[in-house]
């Protein structure tokens, strides 16, 4: 059995998948890579077969109808023979502490195994402005596995994305999410909603994931955030409902799903509020209503006994006010 199965979604990617690729090569036979070609218009499906055929016991290819990225990661985790499961998108790359990397995940197995292996991601911009690190060692013990109550408070800029971690394959099967098709930003939900099964943790304090941000229709490019709000709202949607709050025992972790829901909410209503529509304003209320429909307590909580009560405000007034906190967390973070 292999160490670690990286799942890689591609569509259209001729022009940069290699890159992404080679960084993973390293790994050598404690690696799988499963090139999952997503319904490719372009070159992508015979690069990959091109890398199958060089690596035979590395690389699988598997060409599907085009489903979306999250599709993509269902097809990697039916595939994956690894012990653990990471999902690398095909215009980034990993760090040359990927080796590291792998003894620290092979120490770990051997120790009986974590839920959840966590490292630091790093933006890399297209223009070179506003690169940096999202560090987790303010909130996660370093060098040894641990459990929820061990970990502290996050930052408001800190979250457990789909490049920070690398879950247990068998967690996630056992929790049998099912990331939907043609859904932009449901890496989100990917990642909350196998929360559920963590216990045990370890996290490596290393720029091991780079996010590549700059990308002429890349989904995180802010006209594109805007346009497909939508999805935004499905994705939020989605993590609020795959776990009750309630039924959360660990306080550590219930304050962590809290911090990670507060910051979701946030986007969906900042990407709808900014497109300073009638439509889009109903499309966020439709939302809350699902959402409390399923919760009507913890709906309530976040929208109106947080600061997201600030940027619910109606009117050109509350429009004017979500402009600015967007225009101030982006020279704070430049996620986009």
């Given at each position: ?262 910051i979701m909410f946030g986007i969906s209503i900042l990407y709808a509020r900014l497109n300073r529509t009638q439509e889009a304003d109903a499309n966020l209320e439709a939302m809350w209503d699902r959402c409390r429909a399923f919760d009507a307590k913890w709906t309530d909580y ?35």
């Amino acid at each position: 059995m292999k160490l670690l199965t990286v799942t890689i979604p591609c569509y259209n990617s001729q022009d940069y998948m290699e890159k992404c690729i080679d960084s993973i090569l390293p790994g050598g036979d404690r690696v799988e890579i499963i090139i999952i070609d997503d319904g490719s218009k372009d070159n992508t499906g015979a690069i990959a077969d091109k890398y199958a055929a060089r690596y035979p016991d590395i690389i699988r290819v598997v060409h599907q109808p085009n489903g979306g990225h999250g599709e993509g990661i269902n097809q990697g985790l039916r595939h994956a023979t690894g012990k653990y499961f990471k999902t690398v998108d095909s215009d980034d790359w990993l760090s040359e502490d990927f080796p590291r990397f792998l003894d620290l995940l092979e120490d770990c197995d051997r120790k009986g195994g974590v839920d959840l292996f966590v490292t630091n991601y790093h933006y890399d911009h297209a223009d070179g402005k506003g690169d940096r690190s999202i560090n987790f060692s303010n909130a996660l013990p370093e060098g040894r596995i641990f459990l929820w109550h061990e970990t502290r408070p996050f930052f408001v800029d800190q979250i457990l994305m789909i490049h920070s971690c690398t879950f247990r394959t068998e967690m996630l099967r056992q929790n049998g999410l099912e990331m939907p098709k043609h859904t932009f930003y449901e890496d989100n939900y990917m990642v909350y909603g196998n929360l559920k099964g963590v216990t045990r943790m370890y996290y490596m304090n290393a720029d091991l994931y780079r996010y590549f941000i700059g990308r002429e229709g890349q989904s995180v490019q802010e006209d594109v955030m805007k346009r497909r709000y939508t999805h935004q709202l499905t994705a939020t949607e989605l993590c609020f409902r795959a776990i009750r709050l309630d039924e959360v025992r660990e306080k550590r972790k219930l304050a962590y799903l809290k911090h990670e829901l507060f910051i979701m909410f946030g986007i969906s209503i900042l990407y709808a509020r900014l497109n300073r529509t009638q439509e889009a304003d109903a499309n966020l209320e439709a939302m809350w209503d699902r959402c409390r429909a399923f919760d009507a307590k913890w709906t309530d909580y976040f929208r109106y006994r947080t600061l997201l009560r600030f940027v619910c405000v109606p009117g050109k007034g509350g429009s004017a006010f979500v402009e600015f906190i967007y225009r101030f967390a982006h020279l704070v973070v430049r996620f986009n």
